[in-house]
């Protein structure tokens, strides 16, 4: 089993609609998560971070179940400029090393 | 402030040769990890730096690969003898290390394509 497993999509959608991703991983231990953009053939940018109480920035919101171990990113109102591939982040263990999930790709069309 | 920079942006190599790929990490990030993004496919750990603790080379693919970083500056990735299957994107990336933030934050990468 993957530490980190998402759906790779894609996530067809129209602008203006609601979509959202989920990401299970294994680590049990891990205690910081994260959400990374990457758009086609540039580097991986932070999103978000993802903390126990759920968190919202702007039209983004991401939350964390511990008990069933996934974390969700739900984005609002889609734009265009959305269009993105969505990497779920999580560290290994007690320790600051970050294990990538494969992504989610997100195609927003007009 | 600068961000992670990281040097050639291409290279283009003939199978057989060595490559040598900088980073320059964010000025006071402690940590710094390199990464492999092969096409269509998710992020390779490679290796990981941390001040003046021993490197955790647990991703290095062979020994070919080896890494090396001058105190809290300035890493190299270098890849001897390189074969096909080492092309892919290079990927830097560098992080503070607080107690409560782990976030890592990427250079633009290197594109290897090995011929």
């Known amino acids: 089993r993957k530490e980190v497993e998402q759906d790779p999509g894609p996530f067809n959608v129209p602008e203006g609609a609601t979509v959202a991703f989920n990401c299970t991983y294994s680590n049990s231990a891990s205690q910081s998560f994260f959400w990374y953009r990457q758009d086609c053939r540039k580097e991986p940018k932070l999103l978000m971070s993802v903390y126990s109480s759920g968190n919202e920035d702007g039209r983004f919101t991401a939350q964390l179940n511990r008990a069933s171990q996934y974390i969700s990113l739900l984005i609002r109102d889609s734009k265009l400029s959305d269009s993105a591939t969505y990497l779920c982040?999580?560290?290994?263990?007690?320790?600051?090393?970050?294990?990538f999930g494969g992504g989610t790709r997100l195609m927003v069309k007009p | 402030g600068a961000g992670v920079s990281q040097s050639p942006s291409n290279k283009v190599t003939e199978k057989g040769k060595d490559v040598e790929l900088r980073c320059d990490p964010i000025s006071g990030h402690t940590a710094l990890y390199w990464y492999r993004q092969r096409l269509g496919q998710g992020l390779e750990f490679l290796i990981y730096?941390?001040?003046?603790?021993?490197?955790?080379k647990s991703g290095l693919p062979s020994d070919r690969f080896s890494a090396e970083r001058t105190g809290e500056s300035v890493s190299t990735l270098t890849i001897q003898r390189t074969q096909q299957e080492d092309s892919a994107v290079y990927l830097c990336?560098?992080?503070?290390?607080?107690?409560?933030?782990?976030?890592?934050?990427f250079g633009p990468g290197t594109r290897l394509t090995v011929t």
């Open positions: 990336a560098s992080s503070l290390l607080t107690a409560v933030s782990y976030e890592q934050y």
């Open positions: 982040v999580v560290n290994r263990g007690a320790g600051n090393m970050l294990t």
């Open positions: 730096f941390q001040g003046n603790s021993a490197p955790d």
